[in-house]
């Protein structure tokens, strides 16, 4: 059997970066050593739930580009929020209106 391989884990545990251990790769996929009878499992490198890289640096720039991407979504949803408090501040009642 060959060396392990070593990968680095982002998105399972917030923005912490896990040094795991696999047995072999694809181009999409990883096989992480497995526990009890099963030798290995099978995960995708790229998942909603988890993403695989080769470095730390990769695992790092990857957290660091998914937090800018949050920060600049939170600011355009902060425009369109105080957007529409300035229109809902600036509505007058209509004519007749109790």
């Given amino acids: 059997m060959s060396a392990p391989l070593i990968k680095y884990r982002t998105g399972w545990i917030g923005n ?3 040094t795991v251990e696999c047995t072999r790769e694809t ?3 990883v096989y992480l050593v ?6 290995e499992r099978r995960e995708a490198k790229l ?5 695989y890289h080769d470095s730390w640096a990769d ?3 990857y957290l660091r580009a998914k937090a800018e991407d949050e920060r600049d979504h ?4 902060l ?3 105080e957007a529409k408090l300035a229109k809902i501040s600036a509505m007058v009642p ?3 209106a109790a």
Avoid: D, M, N
């Fill in 47 to 51: 998942a909603e739930y988890a993403q």
């Fill in 94 to 96: 209509p004519r007749g």
């Fill in 16 to 18: 912490a970066i896990e």
């Fill in 34 to 39: 497995g526990r009890g009878k099963k030798l």
């Fill in 79 to 81: 425009e369109i929020a």
């Fill in 59 to 61: 695992a790092k720039e």
């Fill in 74 to 77: 939170s600011a355009v949803a």
């Fill in 27 to 29: 181009a999409k996929c």
